[in-house]
């Protein structure tokens, strides 16, 4: 369980690098497809779990992209 959250979180941070919402909710929808597949346990914390580390490493990732293309901006 612990190297899919790790696969999910640099994924989600990379998706919020370079790509916005719609990039977002494909990746929530294949997330959540494959834990349940996949991994084993109760179903809501299977699915649960991988989909909120996916949610907030996306925001890190976008917030992350948007103070670099800022730094980028203002050397101009």
């Given at each position: 369980?612990?190297w ?6 640099a ?9 916005r919402?719609?990039?977002l ?7 959540a497809?494959?834990a ?13 779990f991988?989909?909120l580390?996916?949610?907030c ?7 992350a ?8 901006s203002?050397?101009r």
């Amino acid at each position: 369980m612990l190297w899919s959250l790790v696969t999910v979180a640099a994924v989600g941070f990379l998706l919020g690098l370079k790509f916005r919402v719609p990039a977002l909710l494909a990746a929530s929808v294949a997330t959540a497809v494959a834990a349940g597949f996949l991994l084993e346990g109760p179903m809501l914390p299977r699915i649960l779990f991988p989909l909120l580390v996916l949610q907030c490493t996306y925001l890190a990732g976008l917030i992350a992209g948007d103070r670099w293309r800022r730094r980028g901006s203002l050397r101009r």
